[in-house]
C-alpha cells in the first residue's frame, strides 16, 4: 500500500519514521480556508482539507492511504497559529509565558482499497487530539534570545517543545507527540485495520 504524509512538516515526518512507516510526502498549495470556530473543529476542517487536496491529486484503483494534520496552539478562546514575524513571535510567548494552554492537531486519513471500484470505497477518519501545556514564566530576554534563534517562526504558538525550548515547558497533560506535531500512537491505531492488511 501507498502511504502518503500531506504534510512539509519535518516533525510529522521524523514522528511517522519513528514509528517504523514507510511512506511519501505530497504537499498541495490548497489555501487554508475554513469556517470552524472552535479549535478542535479548526485542525479537523484544516487536515481534510490538506489530505482531500493530495488524495485528488493521486491516480485511480491503486491502494493508499493518506495522512493530512494540522496544528494550532489554544489560550483561552484566542487560536494562536505560526508567527507572521518576529514580532507577533514575541507577542505569543508573552502571552503563553507562565500560563496554561493547549495544543490540537487534527489528523485526517483517507484510505482507498486497490480496485476498479474503489472510488466509491474510500474510507475516513477524521480525528483531533489535545495536549495541556503550561509555560515557566519567561523574561522579556529570554523571550527576545529565544525569538532570535528563529526557532519559533515557522511552529503554532511561536515554540518548538523537542528543541531548545524545552527549558521553559513547566508541565504537560497529554501526548507529548501531539504538540510536536502528530499524535502518532492514536494516528497508528485508528490505521491498524489498514495497515495491517
Partial sequence: MRIILASGSPRR????????????IM???TEENVDAKSPGKLVEALSRQK?????SMLPDKEEVLVIGADTVVAREDCVLGKPEDEKAAIVMLK??????????TGVTLLYRPAGKDSAEKVQRKIFHEVTKVRFFPMTEGEIAAYVKTGDPLDKAGAYG?????????????????????????????EAKEWLEK
Avoid at 497533560?173 to 491505531?189: F, K, S, T
Fill in 161 to 189: 517543545i523537542q528543541g531548545i525550548f524545552a527549558r521553559y515547558v513547566e508541565s504537560i497533560e497529554g501526548d507529548y507527540n501531539n504538540v510536536v506535531g502528530l499524535p502518532v500512537g492514536r494516528v497508528y491505531q
Fill in 95 to 104: 502571552n503563553l509565558s507562565g500560563r496554561d494552554h493547549r495544543v490540537y
Fill in 51 to 55: 489530505a482531500e487536496a493530495v488524495f
Fill in 13 to 24: 515526518r521524523e514522528l511517522l519514521e519513528q514509528i517504523g512507516l514507510n511512506f511519501e
Fill in 27 to 29: 504537499v498541495s498549495n
